[in-house]
Nanobody, 126 residues
């Protein structure tokens, strides 16, 4: 059974940092593009960061560029999202998702992702 499990969320003060992890079980992430998404109360889910299967290509939403970094360790079957300089508007449930691709590309279309984790809460507040 394919499963993605996010961890690393929590409560942090503005300006602080968190590192989210997305661990896969039941399948290898080697051939999957990965995306991190978030959904705040009353808002639509939005894409935050994306990475190709090799890790060689990444893409970020404008709102997080320069603050968030997506990376992956295929040997550990895990993808990470390092979040620095956090702002209250970053508060949301964060999800990772996987899309199997035959080529090494970044996938930024939410509807292409068909494997989703359960999410982890990130709260930025003083």
């Amino acid at each position: 059974q394919l499963q993605l499990v996010e961890s690393g969320g929590g409560l942090v003060q503005p300006g602080g940092s968190l590192r989210l992890s997305c661990a896969a079980s039941g399948f290898s992430l080697d051939y999957y593009a990965i995306g991190w998404f978030r959904q705040a109360p009353g808002k639509e889910r939005e894409g935050v960061a994306y990475i190709s299967s090799s890790g060689g290509s990444t893409n970020y939403a404008d709102s997080v560029k320069g603050r968030f970094t997506i990376s992956r360790d295929n040997a550990k079957n895990t993808v990470f999202l390092q979040m620095n300089s956090l702002k209250p508007e970053d508060t949301a449930i964060y999800y990772c998702a996987a899309d199997r691709e035959g080529i090494d590309i970044v996938v930024i279309t939410t509807t292409q992702y068909d494997n989703w984790g359960q999410g982890t809460q990130v709260t930025v507040s003083s």
